[in-house]
């Protein structure tokens, strides 16, 4: 590999700049990390620095970096065939097909194949509403579904505030079962599952049940904060689904393939969904797909009809390939198991933690999607830094965060909360690296504690 002068690689940096948009971001001013090059948990900048990757990049990258099997199956593939049009056949898109009809909840057997997260919700929207004639859809406050017109209109995340006024309607709204903030003061999970399973019910009733389409839930928490959702819960929604005629999908962008330590998170609550969205650990982040499984009686339907859904990349022969020998990996190195267990051992860190930091408030996680959440004061529960605050209001949380890059550890950090979603290759020698550095970093919430 060329190796390049201080002045070519600012050069490369400063064209990102010129000719690139970052996400979620103000354009100027930005400081980020100019990756080099990545294997396993680790990836290095230009200057060789070895940074822990301890959020999966975007709770993505599942399988870790550079993994030889799969860049071997993009390399056949591509020299096969690289690309067919979406209405013709290839042998790695039935076989990419029948193997996720056999990891999946019972009953889904079909993937409509899309590109990413976004594609696979907008399309699940879509096919709810054609499917049952009816046009609203009923999500949760505290969850982010994508960032195309209809992802972000039902998702509750704050970022879609700023195309409120063009919203795609029939989107109705309802507060999560969040037991650490219940907004109906209970006093355990259960209390504020069952509270909130009433108010999906009233809500229902209120929006008029004949003419709801679709729940739409993760099948567990992630970047809002991993709100964990009581035992019963999902299963009480499934119930309010069947009772009312009403589909079920589950977004498992982030929740599946191993990262939860289950399939899919909505596997720990023994529910199947009509629907289920993936896109992420399908192939770990290494090339773009999603796809969106429907149940049996739903593709039945279009088996003498037109399916109206479709797209020019659907079922791609090689993001199909990269899907294929990603879940294989998945499955011979026993890393769904291992998510699992490694899951446990955050958790003791966790409880290690909280002795250690005054700062931290709670602790939400399933396998490997968790969540520090950073208060001021335990008893009154004050964030650190309040929901949806702007980046130069955060505080503490700032200090935080710049503190992790600089001692080598890349985790999302957003508003009070520290994530822990490592990929599902990670082990103890390295959890203990990651939480050390967590530790070091919450010093600086500690130092706002009343």
Request: proline share 4%.
């Amino acid at each position: 590999m060329q190796t390049l002068t201080k002045n070519e690689t600012a050069a490369l940096l400063q064209l990102n700049f010129d000719h690139t948009f970052f996400s979620w971001s103000k354009q100027a001013g930005l400081a980020p990390i100019h990756v080099d090059t990545a294997k396993g948990v680790y990836f290095y900048d230009k200057s060789g620095k070895q940074y822990l990757d301890f959020s999966s990049q975007l709770i993505s990258n599942n399988l870790g970096h550079g993994h030889p099997a799969i860049t071997e199956a993009v390399r056949q593939q591509m020299e096969k065939v690289s690309f067919v049009t979406c209405s013709m056949v290839t042998d790695v898109r039935g076989l990419l097909g029948e193997k996720l009809a056999e990891i999946s909840p019972e009953g889904l057997n079909k993937t409509l194949f899309t590109l990413a997260g976004s594609e696979a919700i907008e399309n699940a929207i879509k096919l709810a509403r054609i499917y049952t004639g009816k046009h609203k859809i009923i999500a949760q406050y505290r969850a982010y579904h994508g960032a195309t017109y209809g992802a972000i209109s039902v998702g509750g995340d704050p970022r879609r505030f700023a195309v409120d006024s063009q919203a795609v309607p029939n989107i109705v709204h309802v507060e999560n079962p969040y037991s650490y903030r219940c907004m109906w003061n209970t006093n355990s999970p259960e209390e504020c599952g069952k509270a909130a399973l009433r108010n999906l019910e009233w809500t229902i009733l209120y929006e008029n049940p004949e003419n709801i389409a679709a729940i739409l839930l993760e099948g567990e928490s992630g970047s809002s904060g991993c709100i964990k959702y009581p035992p019963f819960y999902l299963r009480g929604v499934r119930e309010l689904c069947d009772k009312y005629n009403i589909l079920l999908i589950a977004d498992e962008v982030m929740s599946g393939f191993g990262r939860t330590g289950r399939w899919f998170g909505i596997d720990h609550h023994e529910v199947a969904p009509d629907m289920m969205c993936m896109a992420k650990g399908l192939t770990g982040a290494y090339l773009p797909l999603g796809g969106l499984m429907v149940s049996d009686k739903i593709s039945a339907t279009f088996n003498d009809k037109m399916m109206p859904l479709g797209l020019t990349y659907s079922a791609h022969p090689v993001t199909c390939a990269a899907a294929l020998a990603v879940i294989t990996a998945y499955q011979e190195e026993k890393l769904v198991e291992n998510a699992a267990v490694m899951g446990r051992y955050a958790d003791e860190w966790a409880v290690e933690l909280a002795k250690r930091h005054p700062s931290i408030g709670d602790w939400r996680n399933t396998g490997l999607l968790g969540c520090f959440e950073l208060v001021k004061n335990r008893e009154t529960k004050e964030p650190t830094a309040q929901w949806n605050c702007k980046p130069q209001d955060w505080g503490a949380m700032a200090q935080v965060n710049a503190k992790l890059k600089e001692l080598g550890l890349f985790t999302l950090v957003r508003w009070n909360y520290v994530f822990v979603a490592p990929p599902l290759i990670i082990n103890k020698a390295q959890m203990d690296e990651g939480m050390e550095k967590i530790s070091e970093a919450l010093k600086f919430a500690d130092a706002v504690c009343k």
